[in-house]
């Protein structure tokens, strides 16, 4: 798959929307498959920001949390 393309077209989606959830937490996965944790962690958790109540949002920055060592954050995401 082609997620550095796909980091880019979601980059320009949320310039033209930026409350966008799905379109953050799409690009998450695109950054954790390219190893970019840290940006796939920031994405996602303003996926969260922007609905809390958005899954996915809290499996990516779960995943993002392991990926970067920080096990505590990743497995209070995974309770949740």
């Known amino acids: 798959k ?3 393309n ?10 033209l ?9 799409n690009r998450s ?3 954790l498959r390219t190893e970019c944790y840290g940006y796939a962690l920031a994405d996602a958790t303003r996926a969260l920001e922007l609905d809390k109540n ?6 990516r920055r779960a995943t993002s949390n ?3 060592g920080k096990f505590k954050a ?7």
């Open 74 to 80: 990743a497995l209070k995401d995974y309770e949740t």
């Open 6 to 15: 796909a980091i880019k077209y979601y980059t320009e989606a949320l310039e």
């Open 54 to 59: 958005y899954i996915k949002g809290y499996y």
């Open 29 to 31: 996965l695109a950054y």
């Open 66 to 68: 392991m990926a970067l």
């Open 2 to 4: 082609d997620y550095e």
């Open 17 to 25: 929307n930026p409350s966008n959830a799905i379109y953050y937490s």
